[in-house]
């Protein structure tokens, strides 16, 4: 072979072996580096996800039992339980039997008997709180503490509920808490229907149980579009621990299952990783439980089903947030660099072969400088240039093999342009990162933040012995501002008491929006007696604050302070009944526990 040829083939086997494997070593690289990501990434807008949805819960849970603190209910519950408490143990079962036996007899809705329950005055209360949101209610309906129906919006299926699992729940023995029914598809109402059942109290006590039947999906669907663009071509679901699918896009509530694979990562923490589907594909999965149907010290969640009027019902189950995102997209990005990588390669090796070729002959006087270009490049430095001033072929050749590092360069270049794609991808996750920490309309930190944060001083204010006092917002009334105003007007409300509120605290202090109109302050390193007094200068200012509108409000104020056999439940608990008894001793006060 002459010298000529081998001269083009080494130069041409050269280019041939740098692009393919700073092609492929590249492309393997980025390939690690858009899985991580795309699985951080998809975590974090699960678990985004799965926050909003318990913010939605929240909101239906403090609805609720907003409603169960109107006045008219509690007397006429009072009055219900009085009658039936005075009766013997067996008449008043008697009674409620053979009222429930009645009821369940009679089939028209317009019955004298039946009609006493839908529109004696409670009842018509409750009507009208269900013509604010017509989308969202089912049925709404009342039990005294016997489980005796006092009033409802629609004709029930039974008369008598003191037996039933999420009354039972409800009750919880005396004490009272909010449960979530997860009744699965009700035929009664014609959707898939969560129940919010809350207590109805009068002076700390138990004394009756309201039930809301709500239609969820419309909120969970608006939730999960809202963050469609961040995940697409991916697919979210809502789905129970045990697989079953309550919500996904395009298919009937309850009809599908996730694939037995991912299983195992349905429960109670944030899950992500690769699987195989029911067909053997990877899927990049990301699960994220919500945490408002696990149980907790706040809330119950289940179903039962056996339940007569609804079917697929859930007991011992969660609800997550599962994010889908076939591996095969990051595939196919990744084959279109490689072809773009490759076919730039070996175009500029055509080109610069074919360049060599013409001006090779003059080449064998300085052929010991294309050597020592050739190992350079050979090792990867594509910077160095040869400087041959003679216009034979080894020039001509020398002033190709520069072309061929500059193109070589530019394909290079391709890599830094991904990099900082790359960048700018990791960038947006931590501002996604740091959306899930704040409220969306206060700028405040959220529930979520305010947690870690109470964590990390419950342990630094037992470790120290330094006091640790924590106090309760909820403006009084509010309900009554949006109802009259708009909730426009009562979300510029909600702004406007964070400002003046983180205005009038210390710069320690923190501030978080606890959930709808609650607000709550750690206070480090003063005493119960000092949080008073500034939780009493808060109250002043904000009842002489005009705010938009020229609404004036104020504000009840619970306050305590961390005891050394506290856990996280202790403190909430108590600055929750320090709030609710300024509540009861007529709002805008503050009270110690």
């Not at 120290?464 to 009259?484: R, W």
Request: with cysteine; proline share 2%; charged share 25%.
């Amino acid at each position: 072979m002459s010298f000529r040829a081998k001269l083009i083939s080494i130069t041409t086997a050269l280019g041939v072996v740098v692009v393919t494997i700073l092609t492929f070593v590249t492309v393997g690289y980025n390939r690690k580096i858009l899985i991580k990501s795309t699985l951080e990434g998809n975590k974090d807008i699960a678990l985004a996800i799965s926050i909003n949805v318990d913010n939605y819960l929240e909101e239906l849970s403090r609805t609720t039992k907003t409603l169960a603190t109107t006045p008219a209910i509690i007397e006429c519950l009072k009055e219900s339980n009085r009658q039936l408490g005075s009766l013997e143990e067996l008449d008043r079962k008697n009674r409620i039997e053979a009222l429930n036996d009645r009821w369940m007899s009679i089939d028209d809705g317009n019955h004298v008997f039946i009609q006493e329950y839908l529109s004696n005055p409670i009842a018509q209360y409750l009507k009208k709180q269900q013509g604010v949101i017509p989308d969202l209610y089912g049925e709404i309906f009342l039990t005294n503490i016997y489980g005796e129906l006092i009033a409802s919006t629609e004709k029930l299926t039974t008369f008598s509920h003191g037996e039933k699992y999420w009354w039972l729940e409800c009750y919880n023995g005396g004490k009272g808490k909010v449960f979530f029914d997860d009744r699965g598809y009700d035929d009664s109402v014609g959707d898939f229907v969560l129940g919010v059942v809350v207590p109805v109290y009068d002076q700390g006590k138990v004394i009756g149980i309201l039930k809301s039947n709500m239609r969820i999906f419309s909120l969970f669907n608006k939730i999960i579009e809202n963050y469609s663009p961040l995940y697409k071509p991916g697919v979210v679901k809502i789905a129970r621990t045990d697989g079953v699918i309550i919500l996904e896009p395009g298919k009937e509530p309850l009809s599908t299952r996730v694939a037995d694979g991912f299983l195992p990562m349905l429960g109670k923490d944030i899950e992500y990783g690769i699987y195989q589907d029911e067909n053997n594909k990877n899927i990049l999965v990301s699960v994220s439980p919500i945490s408002n149907t696990i149980e907790s010290s706040q809330f119950s969640f289940g179903g039962d089903y056996e339940s007569i009027d609804h079917v697929e019902g859930n007991r011992g189950d969660n609800w997550v947030v599962v994010l889908k995102v076939p591996k095969e997209v990051i595939d196919l990005k990744i084959y279109e660099q490689t072809k773009q990588f490759l076919l730039i390669g070996f175009l500029s090796i055509m080109l610069i072969s074919t360049f060599t070729y013409f001006y090779i002959k003059e080449a064998t006087k300085d052929i010991i400088k294309l050597v020592t270009l050739t190992e350079a490049v050979g090792q990867g430095d594509l910077n160095k240039r040869i400087k041959i001033k003679s216009k034979d072929e080894i020039g001509i050749l020398a002033n190709s093999f520069n072309k061929m590092m500059d193109r070589l360069k530019e394909t290079m270049a391709s890599k830094v342009e991904l990099t900082e794609e790359i960048r700018k991808r990791i960038k947006a996750e931590e501002k996604l990162k740091y959306l899930s920490t704040v409220d969306e309309l206060t700028k405040l930190y959220n529930r979520r933040a305010f947690n870690n944060y109470l964590d990390k001083l419950i342990d630094y204010s037992k470790c120290y012995g330094e006091p640790l006092s924590i106090a309760m917002i909820d403006i009084d009334y509010f309900k009554k501002v949006n109802d009259s105003y708009g909730h426009d007007i009562g979300d510029r409300v909600l702004i406007k008491l964070s400002e003046v509120l983180s205005k009038n605290i210390r710069k320690v202090d923190i501030l978080s929006r606890w959930g709808g109109e609650e607000f709550i302050i750690l206070m480090p390193k003063i005493t119960v007696e000092e949080a008073y007094k500034m939780a009493e200068r808060l109250r002043g200012i904000i009842e002489s604050t005009k705010f938009p509108n020229d609404i004036r409000i104020t504000i009840s104020v619970g306050v305590t302070e961390l005891k050394n056999t506290d856990t996280f439940d202790d403190i909430i608990n108590r600055v929750d009944e320090a709030q609710y008894k300024a509540k009861n001793e007529g709002r805008n006060n503050v009270q110690i526990l």
